[in-house]
């Protein structure tokens, strides 16, 4: 399937991140995203639930 082009706009801050993990990894920042929202697919179709809304849980540990 031929990939499709988009603009996605990012908080300073965060942009900043995703690009610094991506140096360091020799990736490109698309990689990364793709891979991100891949990974965030995965996973809510797995626990078949989605609430944009409601607040993150937090870590258990």
Do not use: C, Y
Not at 15 to 37: F, K, N, P, Y
């Amino acid at each position: 399937m031929k990939a499709i082009r988009t603009t996605i706009s990012f908080p300073p801050e965060q942009l900043q991140r995703l690009q610094e993990m991506a140096d360091q990894h020799g990736l490109s920042l698309a990689w990364i995203v793709r891979q991100a929202v891949n990974e965030f697919l995965e996973r809510t179709e797995k626990r078949g639930d989605f609430h944009p809304l409601a607040t993150p849980e937090k870590d258990q540990g």
